[in-house]
């Protein structure tokens, strides 16, 4: 299977979190132009447009939203990828692509890569090392099963976190945990 960009595989050594979950100094300098990690002109138009930082920021406008499956209204309800789709709205206006009825099982009942597929036709896929604040990432639940469950990073004091709705919880903020960190399959930049 092909796609835009390539993930490569990154060793644990390259990780951009440490074993407590803080960005590690490697990490917080891809951002920079002088170590390759892109200068303003490899940035994406949400980048330049307000950053990192305002994906982070409306992204934590829809904590408390409810979790409803398939739904995405800031207060009302969303799934993983309502919240994902409510943030693009709010960045780009219209959705680039209407997303199908699917089930809460869809992954494991079809076995493709659909939801990683549909992020990649729209977002560049980065590095798993290359993972900053404002990144989508995309987790795989079980080993060898399809990813299916997403959110967007952010950052607390030095550490990564992930905005996402969840299964019978409301959208959150919550440390990329070590949990997290072993499921992590995909990293996309908006």
Not at 22 to 35: D, F, G, Q
Not at 96 to 109: G, L
Not at 171 to 178: C, D, I, M, W
């Amino acid at each position: 299977m092909e796609t835009k960009s390539p993930l490569r595989s990154a060793s644990r050594s390259t990780s951009p979190v440490n074993g407590r979950g803080k960005i590690t100094e490697r990490a917080r300098s891809l951002s920079s132009p002088a170590c390759g990690g892109g200068g303003e002109a490899e940035r994406s138009s949400a980048e330049t447009e307000g950053g990192a930082a305002r994906i982070v920021s409306l992204a934590r406008s829809w904590i408390g939203t409810p979790y409803v499956h398939q739904a995405s209204l800031k207060g009302a309800g969303c799934d993983c990828l309502g919240l994902l789709r409510g943030v693009w709205r709010e960045l780009h206006g219209e959705e680039p692509e209407i997303a199908p009825p699917y089930s809460p099982d869809w992954a494991e009942a079809h076995g493709a890569e659909t939801l990683r597929d549909a992020l990649s036709r729209h977002f560049e896929e980065v590095a798993l090392a290359e993972i900053v604040p404002g990144d989508v990432v995309l987790f795989r639940m079980a080993p060898r099963a399809p990813a299916k469950h997403c959110a967007i990073v952010g950052e607390r004091d030095g550490a990564l976190t992930l905005i996402h709705a969840r299964q019978n919880k409301r959208v959150s903020e919550e440390a990329f945990t070590l949990f997290w960190r072993r499921r992590l399959a995909c990293v996309f930049r908006i």
